[in-house]
């Protein structure tokens, strides 16, 4: 529910005459969506800044946060052949080659998104003409803000330039992705904000009991010095002995207390010192630890705490079926950083081409229960082409289960030779050539390497017999 400026829910929405202009949007009706105004009880503007500086400053987020970006993106982004027309397909090489998109993605855009929760790739304001343009990605906690409506989305973008002059990009020059933009808000949250309270609160847990282990560390001893209420130089006598060691060294040192007899000459009365005991406390803290760690994990991407390193009580059973959320998670990313290239070269297409270039691609039907797939070639404008991009596969399927697959698959004759062989990450074409070159032929069974092999000395193993040779009629 929204509230108006004295306090009473709204129930306007669109029109030109409600409080509201464009529908719903965030913050109060006379803020522009580009403010930091608070939403739900927290700041856009400072949560995304807290979790820039933890990325840099906390290493449990940090290193969360990487192994994230290294689970999502890897080494393997690239795209496969476009199904389109020359003209598309020059322009998609052209435009990954200008922006070295595959190193874009894997050195910002993925740990950004992750930071941010927005992306906003923007193209050059000069015409440059039939030649690919070279993009940017704006720093949106650089003064970026954004204009908006319910029906249209975003529809203009500006920012800060040189000079103190402002610079806008109209629709067709950005295109913008937002994480979680929820009930009509145009604005982004950055995916691993949930977890920047367990990550603080871990290093916060280590450096209290570091700074135990240090206090305790650097009292070596303690001395009781005895004293008698009833000499007046007592006191003098229990300074001067404490003197020594008034000053506690960062190495160590000890500690004075008083002994004092009391009235009835029997009774002795001391001071007391109790040390901190990290040692006593260590399984409640490891608890402790683990929970934080756990808890960063799920905020960052949905990840089992084993992906850092904790796996003091995973076992197969548990870390098997705690991986499915995590690939699911990464898979709704790999949605919305596919999303974002597409759009973004299909308003490289109608920049460069204009926007009613009709381009020709190749889609396929499926006739005789799946078996038959007829080509046929179709017309169509930029915003209907979709680009291959290949992200890091990622599966929950062990070797084990890949090669049992694969032999069902030979087995009963559903699958060829080249795609059994693509499943267990071998190239068929360049296997292929191998093979030929040692006199083998792709998809038969090697006989050398189906042969049993014999037992060692030559000869059957003790309590074997030799089979009978074969009898040729």
Wanted: proline share 6%; aromatic share 8%; net charge neutral.
């Amino acid at each position: 529910m929204l509230f108006g400026p004295n306090g009473e829910p709204l129930e306007e929405s669109g029109g030109t005459e409600t409080s509201l202009s464009q529908g719903w949007r965030e913050g109060l009706p006379w803020q522009g969506v580009g403010s930091s105004g608070r939403v739900y009880g927290v700041d856009r503007d400072t949560v995304r800044r807290q979790t820039r500086t933890a990325f840099f400053t906390n290493p449990l987020f940090g290193a969360a946060v990487e192994i994230a970006v290294a689970l999502l993106i890897g080494d393997a982004f690239t795209y496969a052949e476009l199904n389109a027309d020359k003209n598309a397909q020059a322009a998609l090489s052209d435009f990954w080659d200008t922006n070295d998109l595959g190193h874009l993605m894997s050195s910002r855009l993925v740990t950004e998104y992750l930071l941010d929760g927005e992306l906003c790739g923007v193209f050059p304001l000069d015409d440059i003409g039939d030649q690919p343009a070279r993009i940017a990605h704006l720093d949106m906690d650089r003064g970026v803000r954004l204009r908006s409506d319910v029906s249209s989305g975003v529809t203009q973008v500006t920012a800060p330039g040189e000079n103190n002059r402002t610079l806008t990009w109209e629709p067709g020059q950005f295109i913008f992705t937002a994480h979680n933009a929820l009930w009509n808000d145009a604005r982004g949250w950055p995916v691993a904000m949930r977890a920047l309270a367990p990550a603080d609160a871990y290093v916060t847990l280590l450096q209290h009991r570091l700074n135990t282990h240090d206090l305790q560390g650097r009292i070596l001893g303690v001395q009781t010095v005895f004293v008698d209420r009833k000499d007046p130089s007592s006191r003098a006598t229990y300074q001067a002995k404490a003197q020594a060691y008034r000053t506690m060294p960062r190495r160590g040192g000890i500690l004075t207390l008083a002994k004092v007899l009391a009235d009835d000459g029997k009774t002795v009365i001391s001071d007391e010192i109790n040390f901190m005991t990290p040692a006593a406390g260590a399984a409640n803290a490891e608890a402790d630890a683990r929970a934080f760690v756990r808890l960063t994990a799920l905020g960052v991407l949905g990840m089992p705490e084993h992906y850092l390193g904790e796996g003091g009580t995973i076992t197969r059973t548990t870390a098997e079926s705690m991986t499915l959320p995590a690939i699911r998670s990464v898979l709704r990313i790999h949605a919305a950083l596919r999303s974002h290239l597409d759009r973004l070269y299909r308003a490289e297409l109608r920049r460069r081409y204009g926007p009613d270039k009709i381009y020709t691609i190749t889609t396929f039907d499926v006739k005789d229960g799946g078996k038959t797939r007829v080509s046929r070639k179709k017309k169509v404008r930029a915003g209907q082409i979709e680009v291959p991009w290949v992200f890091p596969t990622i599966t929950q399927d062990s070797l084990a289960d890949l090669i049992t697959r694969a032999e069902a698959a030979a087995r009963n004759g559903w699958a060829s030779p080249q795609t059994l062989s693509g499943s267990l990450s071998f190239d068929p074409a360049e296997e292929n050539d191998r093979m030929a070159a040692v006199g083998l032929d792709f998809g038969l069974p090697n006989p050398q390497a189906a042969a049993p092999t014999a037992p060692p000395g030559g000869g059957p193993h003790a309590g074997q017999t030799s089979p009978a040779p074969a009898v040729t009629p």
